[in-house]
T-cell receptor
Framework: GENVEQHPSTLSVQEGDSAVIKCTYS??????FPWYKQELGKRPQLIID?????GEKKDQRIAVTLNKTAKHFSLHITETQPEDSAVYFC???????????FGKGTKLSVKP | DGGITQSPKYLFRKEGQNVTLSCEQN?????MYWYRQDPGQGLRLIYY???????QKGDIAEGYSVSREKKESFPLTVTSAQKNPTAFYLC?????????????????FGDGTRLSIL
């Protein structure tokens, strides 16, 4: 089955700096890669997703890049703000069953 | 998302007891999922269902059971066979895109149920 590795497990940045979180996946059949943001005690919220027919996708301060050959994808947050502080999860899915395999999460702290 | 309701928010289980977690959605989604979240472990799939009256085991199905009698509802029972049930349980739903290479659709989550042992 699919295995998704996520790094780093914790990340601390100063407000205004950029943050990058990286994930690798094992199943070359995976073709859908969402990112979720989870604040303490709350539900995960989808922030951006990318499919394997696209190499990059951007939404305001958030971007995701995908390298299918190397089987890794990354989340980029620019101009970080304290409200970006949360746990971020990447996931991969290969489509035939609709389910996802999640990474273990990255706790991002943005210091004012 | 307001369209997925999990209850109760907190639940306590006694030794040898089965407990049932409720998940209801009004998004008209075909697929529903149950995840378990432990600290530092991310989300692990327990069961999923793509259509009424059908469901599949996920990665950690042992000690759990589900039913899918209605499209809107996907209850999870934590049985006494689950020896370490303390966790945060999340239900999700999505449109089922069909069995093809681009069928994954965004999953939307409920607010979760926190289960503890008494």
């Amino acid at each position: 089955g699919e295995n998704v590795e996520q790094h780093p497990s914790t990340l601390s940045v100063q407000e205004g700096d950029s943050a990058v979180i990286k994930c690798t996946y094992s199943d070359s059949a995976s073709n859908y890669f969402p990112w979720y943001k989870q604040e303490l005690g709350k539900r995960p919220q989808l922030i951006i997703d990318i499919r394997s027919n696209v190499g990059e996708k951007k939404d305001q301060r958030i971007a995701v890049t995908l390298n299918k050959t190397a089987k890794h994808f990354s989340l980029h947050i620019t101009e970080t703000q304290p409200e970006d502080s949360a746990v971020y999860f990447c996931a991969g899915g290969e489509g035939s069953q609709g389910n996802l395999t999640f990474g273990k999460g990255t706790k991002l702290s943005v210091k004012p | 998302d307001g369209g997925i309701t999990q209850s109760p928010k907190y639940l306590f289980r006694k030794e040898g007891q089965n407990v049932t977690l409720s998940c209801e959605q009004n998004l008209n989604h075909d697929a529903m999922y149950w995840y378990r979240q432990d600290p530092g472990q991310g989300l692990r799939l327990i069961y999923y269902s793509q259509i009424v009256n059908d469901f599949q085991k996920g990665d950690i199905a042992e000690g759990y059971s589900v039913s899918r009698e209605k499209k809107e509802s996907f209850p999870l029972t934590v049985t006494s066979a689950q020896k370490n049930p303390t966790a945060f349980y999340l239900c999700a739903s999505s449109i089922f895109g069909g069995v093809d290479s681009y069928s994954n659709q965004p999953q939307h989550f409920g607010d979760g149920t926190r289960l503890s042992i008494l």
